[in-house]
């Protein structure tokens, strides 16, 4: 079922999450492990995301270096199909611009399509390795706005080699990521929404937020977005904060702040579990409050560990 479907059809605010692909050579086994014990609050669908190549520099006997790419987190799209396979629910695969052409990226969508997943988050993807910002492909997509033209051309049945005869229409209901505290490129939130926007134009159904600490900077934003005529659900996104190196790594990869009441307490903890229980009640009080202002639907990115998001569900219901 689409995730629109999903929330249209909800009669009480529905909890989604986000895992990420075991490292290389893991099993599949730890994404059961974090998924089971989540089973129980039915999530309606789960994403899992997708991790480009990274570059690393091997040194060679001439002393000379070679650049080399791997990947250290394959298998977004199997992850999906064993989800799907496994619980019955719903699997979003995250499809990114970067270091896909049009062609791989409509050869990736059939692949999708067979498997009977018709949900995607369409992204751009960040830069890689040492690039100071992000290059598509040759014959690849620049933002995540073209990236959802493809496959609404593919939904209206138009693959890329127009000779194609009797085509199968694909049936993708398409999400796209918002910033609540504007993406890091965009030089303000109001070009960033102009943007946003354009997602929606062209074909985004929904919208999956940032994380975001401060609940106003959600509010703030959805608010911004409907002025701005954006007028679907945008959906927040919550990470559960763990650790006191997340004080300053969270900030520094997402661009989003962590308000100074968060980081005191955080500071005076003693112990991990004390700084885990910190970030758990942070997050119940968000989820609470957003809950009573009526989302659709919380997103909770786990990076693939269940301990405390269960623990702020568990004291939700
Ligand atoms: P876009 O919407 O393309 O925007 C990128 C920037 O360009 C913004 O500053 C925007 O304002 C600007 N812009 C957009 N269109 C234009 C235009 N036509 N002209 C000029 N400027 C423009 N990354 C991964 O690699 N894998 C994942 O699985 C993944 N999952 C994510 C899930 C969520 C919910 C979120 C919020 C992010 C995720 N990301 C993921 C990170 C994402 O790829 C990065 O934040 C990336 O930098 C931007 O992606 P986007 O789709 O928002 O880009």
Same mark, same amino acid.
């Given at each position: 079922?689409?995730?629109?479907?999903?929330?249209?059809?909800?009669?009480?605010?529905?909890?989604?999450?986000?895992?990420?692909?075991?490292?290389?050579?893991?099993?599949?086994?730890?994404?059961?492990?974090?998924?089971?014990?989540?089973?129980?609050?039915?999530?309606?669908?789960?994403?899992?995301?997708?991790?480009?190549?990274?570059?690393?520099?091997?040194?060679?006997?001439?002393?000379?270096?070679?650049?080399?790419?791997?990947?250290?987190?394959?298998?977004?799209?199997?992850?999906?199909?064993?989800?799907?396979?496994?619980?019955?629910?719903?699997?979003?695969?995250?499809?990114?611009?970067?270091?896909?052409?049009?062609?791989?990226?409509?050869?990736?969508?059939?692949?999708?399509?067979?498997?009977?997943?018709?949900?995607?988050?369409?992204?751009?993807?960040?830069?890689?390795?040492?690039?100071?910002?992000?290059?598509?492909?040759?014959?690849?997509?620049?933002?995540?706005?073209?990236?959802?033209?493809?496959?609404?051309?593919?939904?209206?049945?138009?693959?890329?080699?127009?000779?194609?005869?009797?085509?199968?229409?694909?049936?993708?209901?398409?999400?796209?990521?918002?910033?609540?505290?504007?993406?890091?490129?965009?030089?303000?939130?109001?070009?960033?929404?102009?943007?946003?926007?354009?997602?929606?134009?062209?074909?985004?159904?929904?919208?999956?937020?940032?994380?975001?600490?401060?609940?106003?900077?959600?509010?703030?934003?959805?608010? %911004?977005?409907? $002025? =701005?005529?954006?007028? *679907?659900? @945008?959906?927040? &996104?919550? !990470?559960?904060?763990?650790?006191?190196?997340?004080?300053?790594?969270?900030?520094?990869?997402?661009?989003?702040?962590?308000?100074?009441?968060?980081?005191?307490?955080?500071?005076?903890? %003693?112990?991990? $579990? =004390?700084?885990?229980? *910190?970030? @758990?009640?942070? &997050?119940? !009080?968000?989820?609470?409050?957003?809950?009573?202002?009526?989302?659709?639907?919380?997103?909770?990115?786990?990076?693939?560990?269940?301990?405390?998001?269960?623990?702020?569900?568990?004291?939700?219901?």
């Amino acid at each position: 079922m689409k995730v629109t479907e999903h929330l249209s059809n909800a009669k009480k605010p529905l909890f989604s999450f986000e895992i990420l692909p075991p490292l290389k050579g893991q099993k599949m086994q730890s994404i059961y492990d974090a998924i089971d014990p989540l089973m129980e609050f039915k999530p309606p669908f789960i994403d899992v995301t997708y991790h480009r190549e990274e570059y690393v520099f091997q040194k060679l006997d001439n002393g000379l270096h070679k650049r080399k790419s791997i990947r250290k987190r394959p298998g977004t799209v199997g992850i999906c199909a064993a989800i799907k396979h496994k619980y019955a629910v719903d699997a979003i695969p995250h499809i990114i611009c970067g270091g896909f052409s049009k062609e791989e990226t409509e050869n990736a969508l059939i692949d999708l399509e067979f498997l009977g997943i018709d949900n995607v988050l369409a992204l751009r993807g960040d830069a890689v390795g040492n690039e100071a910002r992000f290059v598509p492909e040759p014959d690849g997509h620049d933002y995540a706005s073209s990236l959802i033209t493809q496959i609404i051309n593919m939904n209206e049945g138009k693959y890329l080699d127009e000779n194609l005869q009797n085509v199968a229409k694909s049936d993708f209901c398409i999400g796209v990521a918002g910033y609540p505290e504007k993406h890091f490129e965009a030089p303000n939130l109001a070009n960033d929404l102009k943007y946003l926007k354009q997602k929606v134009e062209n074909g985004a159904e929904y919208i999956v937020t940032q994380m975001f600490f401060d609940n106003q900077k959600y509010f703030d934003f959805l608010k %911004t977005c409907r $002025e =701005a005529g954006i007028n *679907v659900p @945008i959906i927040p &996104g919550l !990470k559960p904060l763990t650790t006191k190196s997340q004080l300053i790594n969270l900030p520094r990869n997402f661009h989003i702040d962590i308000p100074q009441e968060l980081s005191d307490e955080v500071e005076k903890c %003693t112990s991990k $579990e =004390a700084i885990k229980q *910190v970030g @758990i009640e942070w &997050g119940i !009080k968000q989820s609470k409050e957003l809950i009573e202002n009526g989302v659709p639907c919380i997103h909770y990115y786990t990076m693939s560990r269940h301990g405390s998001t269960y623990k702020i569900l568990k004291s939700l219901a």
